[in-house]
């Protein structure tokens, strides 16, 4: 366990203590005795205790042919570390040798997607690199990059939000090595890096649709011969992933599983247009290349552990650009992730004084700018049009607030941030019609006592700012649906959002992170600055529904009509408590909406999952369909935020173009 939680500290220490007692009961020659030896090499070897972990390694080798076949997988693995562990010693020979001799039993016992032999082809590839043996390392990593893709395809098919998260999080190692390799190497392997790119796009663009929401569809068909299907083809993938996970691998039930899957595959296919769409959908970063314009350049950012000398050394952040014109993507080493954390932090706070701390005030360089945007500067031409895709903690940066010194960086580029740059992929309808819903003032104490803690407070300046909406589309002959006070509750937006195609929604928000950090987060946390009532923010007794709940995406949300009921309730139904959370959005069928505005607070925010992205309201709002999203990351003056508000939908309404609407309101803001 303290292995898995990289505590190494105490795992060595409960390594030894069990060593020590199988030593004293049952010696040396058992596989209890081998395997805590071979964990110890583990520990040793990510812990850069190299000789402590080869001499652990060796012996754990050489007891374990008395105990097992020397044609058995446990005996494959360990001559795999030993040779891992030569070659980390330099001993390239030997280390290498061994490594070739396991990658062969590897592919034949277990096949080459299973997860040891691509961990073990890895590190032939890197000893490959270190040994000056070029071709051959640019040979392993071209072919581990395709099967990690594969892989990655494969599984992403059937898991479910959290499902994926955790199997990415378990291939995570295998991409950081392969991203290693890329920016140590591309002005050698440019051609890696088209590789590499559609690598990072299959994740992002694939966790962008929800299986979820697939499995929604096809049970809402009422189809009884489609759902049938459906789930006995997720038996049969579970299965198949059940059978390349096992250590000694059988070929001909894995063979005849993928035939039964493929047949159901095919039935499915034919019943459901949707699920053909998300099954055979494949990226390619040159068919994004097609959809650019002359002037546009895309970055797409990647967090990966880099390794250095066999070691996993720190975290990066590196990106890929192109534009209409690139041969390849470039692929550039921007900066380690501590740096950022040093500006902005594990969890950045979010008041005015934070605020400008980070970006400056007009005038002032951003702290930002330096570790983050001069590496890209050489390569991207001032005045273009700037489509950016973050990873990590770069979904908390705020781009268009970075300044140079001299001006933001919205004056100098036009800047669209996506989730995935696949999403250029999908069709754009322009905005041929206008259907609003709209909310504001919202009674937060609705059918709430008296006595009870008023956690939300009322919002003035929501009332007015969506009033003086609503007011411009009637100007226009179009009538909003419009809720307020009491009306505007959980269960009537979720019936009414789906028919709708632009949602003002002006009211508190919130994200709680992690459970390990709210607490110190909720003590030292600033509600007002300066005299301003912030829109968000606001912490209370809710402790167990948000709070505290592992789940990120109930630790993200609005707050409704009623919404003070659940901190002073605990009895109360979740399903009308009147907090709408990222969870009760990510199920919603929310295709027509074109545009959904959250005039609130802390919307953009999330838990962060590497390449996953912000596990909060903005991924579950892209999960559900929406093709527009405006959000804030931060605390939002009321007043400020009602007066940007007015302006955009002025132009909105003008022109009805959501983007150039949005971007002549901030550059006038």
């Known amino acids: 366990m303290y292995s898995t939680m990289k505590d190494f500290e105490n795992a060595e220490k409960y390594f030894i203590e069990a060593k020590d ?26 812990t850069q205790r190299y000789d402590e972990s080869l001499l652990a390694y060796y012996e754990s080798m050489m ?25 980390v010693f330099q001993q390239y020979d030997k280390g290498i040798e061994l490594l070739e001799k396991v990658r062969k039993r590897l592919i034949n016992s277990t096949g080459k997607q ?46 479910g939000e959290g499902e994926s998260i955790e199997y990415l999080k378990s291939i995570s190692l295998y991409y950081s090595i392969c991203y290693s ?94 699920f053909a769409k998300s099954l055979n959908q494949n990226y390619d970063w040159k068919d994004i290349q097609k959809k650019l314009a002359d002037n546009e350049t895309v970055v797409e950012f990647v967090e990966f552990q880099h390794q250095q000398k066999f070691a996993l050394d720190t975290a990066r952040y590196a990106a890929f650009i192109f534009n209409k014109t690139s041969e390849h993507p470039l692929f550039i080493n921007v900066c380690s992730k501590q740096s950022l954390i040093d500006i902005i932090g594990k969890y950045g706070g979010n008041n005015l004084s934070y605020i400008q701390g980070i970006y400056g005030k007009s005038g002032s360089k951003s702290k930002l700018y330096d570790i983050l945007w001069k590496p890209l500067s050489d390569h991207i031409t001032e005045g273009s049009k700037l489509i950016i895709s973050p990873d990590g903690l770069l979904h908390k940066v705020s781009f268009s607030g970075i300044s140079d010194g001299k001006q933001f960086m919205n004056k100098k580029y036009n800047i669209k941030l996506v989730n995935a740059t696949t999403t250029l992929l999908e069709k754009e309808t322009p905005l041929t019609k206008l259907d609003p819903i709209i909310l504001g003032g919202i009674d937060y104490d609705y059918d709430v006592d008296k006595d009870a803690d008023h956690i939300w407070t009322y919002l003035e300046g929501t009332k007015i700012e969506s009033k003086e909406i609503e007011q411009k589309f009637l100007n226009e002959s179009v009538t909003p649906t419009y809720f307020t006070a009491g009306e505007a509750n959980e269960t009537t937006l979720s019936e009414v959002l789906p028919t709708k195609n632009i949602a003002h929604i002006a009211t508190h928000g919130f994200f709680y992170p992690k459970p390990s950090l709210a607490e110190e987060i909720l003590e030292n946390d600033v509600v007002t600055e300066e005299d301003v ?12 529904f948000y709070v505290t709940n592992k789940n990120p995406m109930m630790r993200s949300g609005i707050a409704l009509s009623g ?59 892209k999960m559900a369909g929406v093709n527009n999203i405006i959000m804030s990351l931060w605390q939002v003056p009321d007043n400020e935020t009602k007066e940007f508000m007015i302006m955009f939908y002025n132009n909105l309404i003008a022109t009805k173009d959501i983007r150039a609407s949005f971007q002549k309101a901030q550059l006038k803001m």
């Open 21 to 46: 007692v199988i030593l004293a009961l049952e010696g040396k020659e058992n596989q209890y005795y081998v395997s805590i030896q071979n964990s110890l090499g583990n520990v040793y070897m990510n």
């Open 63 to 87: 007891l374990i042919e008395n105990i097992y076949s020397k044609q058995d997988q446990v005996v494959t693995q360990r001559v795999g570390n030993f040779g891992h562990a030569l070659c």
């Open 114 to 159: 299973n997860p040891i032999t691509m961990l073990n082809a890895l590190n032939l590839g890197f000893a490959y690199h270190a040994n000056e043996q070029d071709q051959e390392a640019y040979d392993i990593f071209k072919d581990q990059f395709e099967t990690i893709n594969n892989n990655v395809n494969y599984n992403l098919k059937y898991l």
């Open 181 to 274: 390799y890329l920016i140590e190497t591309y002005n050698k392997h440019q051609d890696l890096a088209d590789i590499g790119l559609n690598s990072l796009l299959q994740i992002k663009g694939k966790l962008l649709h929800s299986n979820t929401a697939l499995k929604n569809q096809i049970l809402n068909s009422k189809d009884p011969v489609l759902i049938e299907t459906y789930n006995n083809w997720l038996l049969k993938i579970q299965a198949i992933s059940s059978i390349q996970s096992m250590a000694n691998l059988d070929l001909k039930l894995l063979d005849k599983t993928q035939k039964e899957a493929e047949s159901l595959e095919k039935s499915l296919i034919n019943g459901s247009q949707d």
């Open 533 to 544: 009532v912030f829109r968000g923010g606001t912490r209370g007794l809710g402790y167990n």
């Open 563 to 621: 919404a003070n009921q659940v901190w002073n309730n605990t009895n109360i139904e979740l399903s009308n408590d009147g907090v709408l959370t990222a969870q009760d959005i990510a199920v919603l069928d929310l295709r027509k909406l074109d545009l959904i505005v959250l005039s609130a607070c802390e919307t953009g925010l999330g838990d962060i999952e590497g390449s996953e992205g912000v596990y909060g309201l903005q991924r579950s709002l």
